[in-house]
């Protein structure tokens, strides 16, 4: 028996392992990066506020005739140069947070791909099979276990057409396990097929010549289940008694419920 959670198996991570390092690394050198890419942005615009004021000022020499032609060229260039130095390290601050959320992504995938190589039961259930030994390399898709969820245990029954016609979605039943005739277990009907079939050929039914049937789920309740989890045992043979149509009688006193305490 496993728990809701219980860990199965565990593949090795070594190897991705190893790629989270070199992700984590690289994570860390963007961050770095995108530090020092924003010290040259201050560094650019502090330049490029002083180029500015510069230029503002020999413009306005040059407009009272005090400064050259060539003085104001000189300074305009380099004005143009600190602004294009600016735009150059805004863009390579913007290059570093792309690098940075590449990398975080990275190191997510691989997490996720760790996280993966961890099984854990879904359901609270019985190990019915260990399909794969410690050590063994398993494909994509391998099956590692076989675990039977025991809320969910139901009896497939076969009914001819007659009878499988007048069968509800949701109607009372009871099954006796040819294991433990002396208990009665109360079910409900959940699945009738749409279409007939031929019957199996371990089925047995009352008379042999019925070719076709209809195939019935008749569901235990998995509160139930769930009370008497420990005794719950799955391909297990046995009888299911229906109630078909309305207005039926009760159940006679060999059919009322009697369940393990």
């Known amino acids: 028996m496993v728990s809701t959670g219980q860990v199965l198996a565990r593949m090795d991570?070594?190897?991705?392992?190893?790629?989270r390092?070199?992700?984590?690394?690289?994570?860390?050198?963007a961050r770095e990066d995108r530090a020092v890419a924003v010290n040259v942005v201050a560094q650019r615009k502090?330049?490029?506020?002083?180029?500015?004021?510069?230029?503002?000022?020999?413009?306005?020499?040059?407009?009272?005739?005090?400064?050259?032609?060539q003085s104001l060229?000189?300074?305009?260039?380099r004005s143009e140069s600190a602004e294009a130095g600016l735009r150059v390290a805004s863009g390579n601050v913007d290059a570093a947070e792309a690098s940075i959320r590449s990398a975080e992504a990275n190191v997510a995938r691989i997490q996720t791909d760790i996280d993966d190589s961890t099984l854990i039961a879904p359901v609270r259930g019985r190990v019915l099979y260990r399909l794969a030994e410690p050590g063994e390399v398993l494909a994509a898709g391998g099956k590692?276990?076989?675990?039977?969820?025991?809320?969910?245990?139901?009896?497939?029954?076969?009914?001819?057409?007659?009878?499988?016609?007048?069968v509800r979605i949701g109607s009372e039943a009871r099954l006796v396990l040819d294991a433990a005739p002396e208990f009665v277990i109360p079910a409900t009907v959940s699945f009738v097929a749409p279409e007939a079939q031929f019957t199996p050929k371990e089925v047995e039914t009352r008379t042999e010549r019925e070719k076709l049937m209809f195939?019935?789920?008749?569901?235990?309740?998995?509160?139930?289940?769930?009370?008497h989890?420990?005794?719950?045992k799955t391909g297990l043979p046995g009888v299911a008694y229906?109630?078909?149509?309305?207005?039926?009688?009760?159940?006679?006193?060999?059919?009322?419920?009697?369940?393990?305490?």
């Open 144 to 166: 590692v276990v076989t675990l039977l969820d025991l809320t969910d245990v139901y009896m497939t029954i076969f009914l001819p057409t007659a009878e499988a016609g007048r």
């Open 215 to 227: 195939r019935i789920k008749v569901q235990v309740d998995p509160g139930l289940l769930e009370q």
């Open 242 to 261: 229906l109630r078909i149509g309305p207005g039926l009688p009760k159940w006679p006193a060999s059919l009322k419920v009697r369940l393990p305490e």
């Open 13 to 19: 991570t070594a190897d991705l392992e190893a790629q």
């Open 73 to 77: 060229d000189q300074v305009r260039a």
């Open 21 to 29: 390092r070199a992700a984590e690394a690289e994570f860390a050198k």
């Open 229 to 232: 989890i420990e005794d719950v």
């Open 46 to 69: 502090a330049d490029a506020n002083l180029a500015r004021a510069e230029l503002a000022r020999v413009e306005a020499l040059f407009e009272k005739k005090v400064a050259s032609t």
